[in-house]
């Protein structure tokens, strides 16, 4: 008790010098999806803890929550003596973004996966280049398919998703140009990004197709993708991490997910390839740091491979599986990173540009 | 008296359970219920801001409450509000967002009608299967509501898209929008609220002054006896399907004209299922069904300030499960007790 009464204490003198507040607002997905507000909510976090401030979050019901939400946070925000940030999570929040922010232009905003056609001096709008670490987990994706077939589950086939997917198949194609591998791609999409089930459905309908890897950019719907490459994955190798591992090093096929936004690899060891990951949280941190330090500048903000804004997780459970199977894939990957953080490769982020490219110039090193 | 008397002391008793039961949640937790149901109270009604956005919440709600409550008073089990919301507002937000030079004077009551039609029409394919061949309407409405959200993510997608590629159509004409009672900041109360309490009073009107009301009730207390007096029951199980559907219908097109101005992917938003909640708390009575709308509008605008306490918006959800058990239980109750008597 008396521990705990301690730390209120120190939290008390901690947050009293500083009145500064950083305060997310999330869209319909909420707390708990494990990618896209999670991620987010994490960068906040951490710097709020860095710098001794205080984080909130209010998490949407509905998409008339929009609006109220944003009115709350930035009132509160107005009450600080040395303001504070608000967040606004989701692309659906575009619309409601833009009214409240032009009705509080001394509130700081950012809005995360949110353009606006009229920029605003008050508010940085963050997107990502989801293509760019699609690109690498693509890639992988067809140098580990046994079946020469892969799939994608998207959420809404929004711009976000659908940068994923064109990087996503422009990987692919990348490696069928480079080695003369036929692999073909089953997309599938859930409209929607909260309910797993959903997502489970659709993994087991492309699996049962001749699928054996399949790559989700879906939220939360994800999380089901990710439940049935486990569960069909386990019923050939058996449970644990150790079983899998063994399975899948002896050279036998077994089914992958691929994770999105932030490093899924730990939610089913073994199962989950690899994940593409999306700075969300780093744009969490920048706009509180920004904005605390007086250096916060409106408009925006494209971050990618070269900014650290995307990339793909570190492969913790799989590298050695990857590297038994698909020999040289992650050297290849380092290289091809490379020439797209030189601007060499532009990974396509429209339908019209996937169609055209090509990496046939590009020579790998020996 | 003593019956009315006994209709709202049931309602009332169910939500001041419901909120002890959830106070020992929040202690759990760690907070102080007090002062979490002060915040929640403050957030639905302390401001100006926290009134509007209350009532912007209860206008769909008493809308669809009142269209399920009018299907439990004709006999029928409407779970296709949440369908025919989305298929109102879809099908107006279509059409209004091409009626550039029309006067509001036409527009707005055109969009409306188109909507309330859209509604009346989706709705009416369960009661005519019901009429002619049989098939439950429960089952039948949510084969429906599926067939909207995949039509509507298609057209939102597709067809209506503009141009960022967001699920979203685009925005309705400017004199097709509802005019605005009241705006703090970003934040515009539009005329929505009055329809709703309009239709609350239609419902009530319909179903107590007029003979196809008469009519309508007698088919759903009992079709054998109203058949053998002469109403037709297939007749008027598909007119009370569609008139449920008109006001679930309502309920889209006013979130359509008087919120969001456009259609966006998830519009209706689990409306139509919360109208279940509400016609059974608000007894299916009209005034009944208003309150009980206010009663989940307040509380959902309340659970968002509550956040900023550290209590989790589902404590809301659980007062609303809660209440609506409580409710139900209060039926299962009485029948029970019916019975008792009978056997006696």
């Given at each position: 008790?008396?521990?705990?009464?301690?730390?209120l204490?120190?939290?008390?003198?901690?947050?009293?010098?500083?009145?500064?507040?950083?305060?997310?607002?999330?869209?319909?997905?909420?707390?708990?999806?494990?990618?896209f507000?999670?991620?987010?909510w994490?960068?906040?976090?951490?710097?709020?803890?860095?710098?001794?401030?205080?984080?909130?979050?209010?998490?949407?019901?509905?998409?008339?929550?929009?609006?109220?939400?944003?009115?709350?946070?930035?009132?509160?925000?107005?009450?600080?003596?040395?303001?504070?940030?608000?967040?606004?999570?989701g692309?659906?929040?575009?619309?409601?973004?833009?009214?409240v922010?032009?009705?509080?232009?001394?509130?700081?905003?950012?809005?995360?996966?949110?353009?606006?056609?009229?920029?605003?001096?008050?508010?940085?709008?963050?997107?990502?280049?989801?293509?760019?670490?699609?690109?690498l987990?693509?890639?992988?994706?067809?140098?580990?398919?046994?079946?020469?077939?892969?799939?994608?589950?998207?959420?809404?086939?929004?711009?976000?998703?659908?940068?994923?997917?064109?990087?996503y198949?422009?990987?692919?194609?990348?490696?069928?140009?480079?080695?003369?591998?036929?692999?073909?791609?089953?997309?599938?999409?859930?409209?929607?990004f909260?309910?797993?089930?959903?997502?489970?459905?659709?993994?087991?309908?492309?699996?049962?197709?001749?699928?054996d890897?399949?790559?989700?950019?879906?939220?939360?719907?994800?999380?089901?993708?990710?439940?049935?490459?486990?569960?069909?994955?386990?019923?050939?190798?058996?449970?644990?991490?150790?079983?899998?591992k063994?399975?899948?090093?002896s050279?036998?096929?077994?089914?992958?997910?691929?994770?999105?936004?932030?490093?899924?690899?730990?939610?089913?060891?073994?199962?989950?390839?690899?994940?593409?990951?999306?700075?969300?949280?780093?744009?969490?941190?920048?706009?509180?740091?920004?904005?605390?330090?007086?250096?916060?500048?409106?408009?925006?903000?494209?971050?990618?491979?070269?900014e650290?804004?995307?990339?793909?997780?570190e492969?913790?459970?799989?590298?050695?599986?990857?590297?038994?199977?698909a020999?040289?894939?992650?050297?290849?990957?380092?290289?091809?990173?490379?020439?797209?953080?030189?601007?060499?490769?532009?990974v396509?982020?429209?339908e019209?540009?996937?169609?055209?490219?090509t990496?046939?110039?590009?020579?790998?090193p020996? | 008296?003593?019956?009315?008397?006994?209709s709202?002391?049931?309602?009332?008793?169910?939500?001041?359970?419901?909120?002890l039961?959830?106070?020992?949640?929040?202690?759990?937790?760690?907070?102080?219920?007090?002062?979490?149901?002060?915040?929640?109270?403050?957030?639905?009604?302390?401001?100006?801001?926290?009134?509007?956005?209350?009532?912007?919440?209860?206008?769909?709600?008493?809308?669809?409450?009142?269209?399920?409550?009018?299907?439990?008073r004709?006999?029928?089990?409407?779970?296709?509000?949440?369908?025919?919301?989305?298929?109102?507002?879809?099908?107006?937000?279509?059409?209004?967002?091409?009626?550039?030079?029309?006067?509001?004077?036409?527009?707005?009551?055109?969009?409306?009608?188109?909507?309330?039609?859209?509604?009346?029409?989706?709705?009416?394919?369960?009661?005519?299967l019901?009429?002619?061949?049989?098939?439950?309407?429960?089952?039948?409405?949510?084969?429906?509501?599926?067939?909207?959200?995949?039509?509507?993510?298609?057209?939102?997608t597709?067809?209506?898209?503009?141009?960022?590629?967001?699920p979203?159509?685009?925005?309705?004409?400017?004199?097709?929008?509802?005019?605005?009672?009241m705006?703090?900041?970003?934040?515009?109360?539009?005329?929505?609220?009055?329809?709703s309490?309009?239709?609350?009073?239609?419902?009530?009107?319909?179903?107590?002054?007029?003979?196809?009301?008469?009519?309508?009730?007698?088919?759903?207390?009992?079709?054998?006896?109203?058949e053998?007096?002469?109403?037709?029951?297939?007749?008027?199980?598909?007119?009370?399907?569609?008139?449920?559907g008109?006001?679930?219908?309502?309920?889209?097109?006013?979130?359509l004209?008087?919120?969001?101005h456009?259609?966006?992917?998830?519009?209706?938003?689990?409306?139509?299922?919360?109208?279940?909640?509400?016609?059974?708390?608000?007894?299916?009575?009209p005034?009944?069904?208003?309150?009980?709308?206010?009663?989940?509008?307040?509380?959902?605008?309340?659970?968002?300030?509550?956040?900023?306490?550290?209590?989790?918006?589902?404590?809301?959800i659980?007062?609303?499960?809660?209440?609506?058990?409580?409710?139900?239980?209060?039926?299962?109750?009485?029948?029970?007790?019916?019975?008792k008597?009978?056997?006696?």
């Amino acid at each position: 008790m008396k521990k705990v009464l301690a730390l209120l204490l120190m939290t008390l003198v901690l947050t009293a010098g500083f009145a500064f507040k950083a305060i997310m607002v999330t869209d319909t997905g909420g707390l708990g999806d494990k990618s896209f507000n999670d991620g987010t909510w994490a960068g906040i976090q951490r710097a709020a803890k860095e710098l001794g401030v205080e984080a909130k979050v209010i998490m949407s019901n509905e998409q008339s929550d929009y609006i109220p939400n944003l009115t709350k946070a930035a009132e509160e925000v107005l009450k600080e003596k040395d303001g504070g940030i608000v967040f606004a999570v989701g692309f659906m929040m575009q619309d409601a973004l833009e009214k409240v922010a032009r009705q509080y232009p001394t509130v700081y905003f950012a809005g995360i996966d949110i353009s606006f056609d009229k920029e605003l001096p008050n508010v940085i709008n963050f997107l990502f280049k989801e293509q760019e670490s699609a690109f690498l987990v693509g890639y992988i994706a067809a140098a580990m398919t046994r079946t020469g077939k892969v799939g994608f589950v998207g959420g809404i086939p929004i711009p976000p998703v659908e940068r994923f997917r064109y990087g996503y198949e422009a990987g692919i194609k990348a490696y069928m140009d480079l080695k003369g591998k036929k692999v073909t791609v089953i997309r599938g999409y859930t409209n929607e990004f909260s309910d797993p089930k959903k997502g489970k459905d659709l993994a087991n309908s492309q699996f049962s197709q001749g699928v054996d890897i399949i790559f989700a950019a879906a939220g939360a719907c994800g999380n089901g993708v990710i439940e049935a490459a486990k569960e069909r994955t386990e019923k050939l190798a058996g449970k644990g991490y150790e079983n899998i591992k063994k399975y899948a090093l002896s050279g036998k096929p077994v089914y992958y997910a691929i994770g999105v936004d932030v490093d899924q690899d730990y939610m089913a060891p073994g199962v989950v390839l690899t994940s593409a990951m999306k700075g969300i949280d780093t744009a969490g941190y920048y706009g509180v740091m920004w904005a605390y330090k007086g250096q916060f500048k409106g408009g925006l903000k494209v971050l990618g491979l070269k900014e650290n804004g995307v990339r793909m997780s570190e492969m913790k459970y799989t590298k050695e599986i990857i590297d038994k199977l698909a020999p040289g894939a992650i050297k290849e990957l380092e290289y091809l990173k490379s020439l797209i953080i030189e601007g060499k490769v532009i990974v396509p982020d429209s339908e019209e540009a996937l169609k055209a490219f090509t990496v046939k110039g590009v020579k790998l090193p020996r | 008296m003593r019956k009315v008397l006994e209709s709202i002391l049931v309602p009332v008793l169910a939500v001041l359970i419901a909120l002890l039961i959830s106070a020992f949640v929040i202690v759990a937790i760690g907070k102080n219920p007090l002062q979490a149901y002060a915040v929640l109270v403050r957030g639905a009604f302390g401001s100006k801001q926290a009134i509007i956005d209350t009532l912007i919440k209860t206008t769909p709600l008493i809308l669809t409450g009142l269209a399920v409550g009018f299907g439990f008073r004709a006999g029928v089990f409407n779970i296709g509000a949440e369908g025919q919301m989305a298929m109102g507002a879809l099908i107006a937000a279509s059409i209004a967002s091409n009626f550039g030079n029309i006067p509001p004077v036409v527009a707005i009551p055109l969009t409306l009608v188109i909507g309330m039609g859209a509604g009346a029409g989706w709705a009416a394919i369960a009661g005519f299967l019901k009429a002619k061949t049989g098939a439950h309407e429960v089952v039948t409405t949510i084969m429906l509501n599926w067939i909207t959200t995949f039509v509507a993510s298609f057209m939102v997608t597709g067809p209506l898209a503009t141009g960022s590629g967001t699920p979203k159509s685009p925005e309705i004409a400017a004199s097709a929008q509802l005019p605005i009672l009241m705006k703090v900041g970003a934040m515009e109360l539009s005329a929505g609220i009055i329809i709703s309490l309009l239709a609350a009073v239609f419902m009530y009107v319909f179903l107590n002054k007029t003979t196809v009301g008469y009519e309508v009730k007698a088919v759903g207390f009992n079709p054998y006896a109203a058949e053998y007096g002469g109403i037709s029951v297939s007749k008027n199980v598909v007119l009370a399907m569609a008139i449920s559907g008109a006001l679930a219908g309502l309920a889209g097109v006013t979130e359509l004209m008087g919120v969001h101005h456009r259609f966006l992917g998830e519009l209706s938003g689990g409306k139509g299922f919360d109208g279940i909640s509400i016609a059974l708390i608000g007894q299916n009575n009209p005034i009944g069904i208003i309150f009980a709308a206010l009663l989940i509008g307040a509380l959902r605008t309340g659970s968002n300030e509550m956040q900023f306490l550290g209590v989790s918006k589902y404590i809301v959800i659980i007062v609303q499960g809660i209440v609506i058990f409580l409710v139900a239980a209060d039926r299962i109750v009485r029948t029970i007790y019916l019975r008792k008597k009978v056997k006696s």
